[in-house]
């Protein structure tokens, strides 16, 4: 398979994340090992506080974070995250996680991933996610 068609097989198979479907996320592979999720917060993705909601933070980061580790067409699943809150964000902000593989092994592969508020440039979260390679491709390598 050509590069370009692997990489777009690759692609077309992390769009079909339903959640992040559901939320109205635009999920893209940047290159293999890195990703970017961007999310405009919505009413409804805020806590009682009328802040955006933990769960609206981690799940763009996770989506990042999945989109990052899975860009090489081998499954991989999450085996550690570890997520740091730094500033609030509201209703209309434009959130985008970008995700960064700092380490790819054999079986683990570990990640840095940074959430930001697009307009202002704050970072708002920062995470780092271990993942664990199964010996299995869902796009088989040449």
Known sequence: MEDKNREQAILD??????????????VEIIKPGQSRVSLVVKEHMTNFHGTT??????????????????????????????????????????????AKE???GRRTSLYTIKIYNKEKGELIAKSQDQAYRKNEWFVPRE
Request: net charge negative.
């Open 13 to 26: 198979h992390i769009q079909k994340d339903a959640f992040a479907n559901y939320l109205g996320a635009k």
């Open 53 to 98: 909601h933990g769960g609206i933070i981690f799940a763009i980061s996770d989506m990042a974070f999945a989109a990052a580790c899975n860009s090489h067409g081998k499954v991989a699943v999450a085996l550690n995250v570890s997520i740091c809150f730094l500033k609030p964000s509201y209703p209309g902000d434009h959130l985008v996680a970008e």
């Open 102 to 104: 700092e380490h790819n």
